[in-house]
DNA sequence: GGGCGGACTATACGCGCGTATAGTCAGTTG
DNA sequence: CAACTGACTATACGCGCGTATAGTCCGCCC
């Protein structure tokens, strides 16, 4: 155990932590903290106190703080497909679909690849071109309704429900729970299935609004205030 | 104009570039950097050079980066309620509510706040609280199928809404298109449009996974692989 | 049992950051 | 004209970062 700054705070919910090897302790360590601040806004430092080791110990394992993040995401891709292949074994969805993800291995998890995403993880970036690809072949097979640029329309549900997690520090402050607990997770899925489940606008409302945006399409649409991103203000 | 270091990249599409006072032109410069880069990721050297002043200049006129980014907040949140305001005026929303969200001036402003939101500045926060409350209130008086968390539905769908802008690096290259242009934000708006007034998950089915969640509130459900979020792996 | 290799620590280097401060120069005011 | 003010630059300080490197300790194999 490294000695050099006296180590307060462990892992608490956390029971195998001293079974682990260093270099799983570091890299569990590095998931944490990377979805918690951001690549960023962690340093190695931190990283190699949470894991009780010497920042030196880092380098020797990963080579670098790059190496260590993409160590990171290729551990979270190979549990997370481990864990939807079981969910989705024979023919179409198994479970819920959503439900294995209430479990709070999951959620770091998600929350761990939420963050990448934002951190530009060329892995995770891999990851979203997938879900949109999946999301596209099954939104074109039980297809409701659609008007025909389907790309968009998986393109726009993979990037709310990750973007949604994104989020999570506000929607967590405005439910007074955090969405990255079982209680918040389950919470904020049952507004979603509501969300999903019926329309929110009005069709005679979106066509009207659909047929006022071609002419917007010109390289300097007539709207409101301001000319240039740069007028002068307060 | 600052000779520091030979300027050699200024903002291309800005006309009144020199006519801006050096205040002006630093804040501008802010916004854009920290809407692309994010707070963390931008030096007050980087925004003195795009704004054609010294750093130290950046200092005399807002005292420190976190008095800038704070400036910068303030003066994107009043123009952007200047135009909520202009669309808004008469009763209900005048117009269809996101199209001059389509103006690049605006599409600037939403891209700053976004990323604000992301950054953990209070005063856009409080913007996100905002638009929870009001999308509550809306969500009660023209409510469709909400089942009763009427405040967990308004916070998905502001969190999902500006969400999705934050996954805007990743939706634009799903769609081969800036989601921050004119053009892009007017193909995403058509996807969300389709995803807004058609179901997209069968009732009965959203009705069946529901009754299966209240077990899972348990402190550890009985859920899929791996034990806690730290076994050892690859 | 002697040497070899890998896990691990201590220490330091260089860099870029936010910030501080002293100084220059032009315009304004009595 | 002298004094003052505020916009602006030059320079430097100290810190914390990622990284590099030298060294220690211990189990293993012939």
Redesign the interface.
Known sequence: MYKGVRVMAR?V?????ED??AR??I??AA??LFAERGM??TTVRDIAQQAGVSPGLLRHHFGSKEALREACD??AL??LV??KE??IVDGEVAN?????S?????L?LYKYVTRS??D?STGT?AL??DM?AMAEQWVGKHA????G?S?????????????????????S???GVDVFT??GY??????????????????E??A???R??PP??A???P????????????
């Open positions: 892992p919910g956390d029971p195998a932590f682990l090897t799983a302790r890299r569990d998931i944490r960023d806004g290729a551990y190979e549990r481990k864990v079981e969910f819920a679909g959503f439900l294995p209430a479990h709070p291995t999951m770091l995403l934002l530009g970036a979203f071109d949109v409701p309704g659609v008007t640029d790309r968009a329309y998986a393109a726009v549900l993979v990037g709310m429900q990750s973007g949604l997690l994104a989020m999570h520090e506000h929607v402050r405005a439910l079982t209680e389950l919470r904020m899925a049952g507004a979603m299935a509501d969300l999903y489940s019926h329309p929110l606008l009005d069709p409302f979106v009207k609004a659909r006022a945006m917007l399409r390289p300097n649409p709207t409101a205030a301001g000319t240039e991103p740069a007028a002068e203000g307060a």
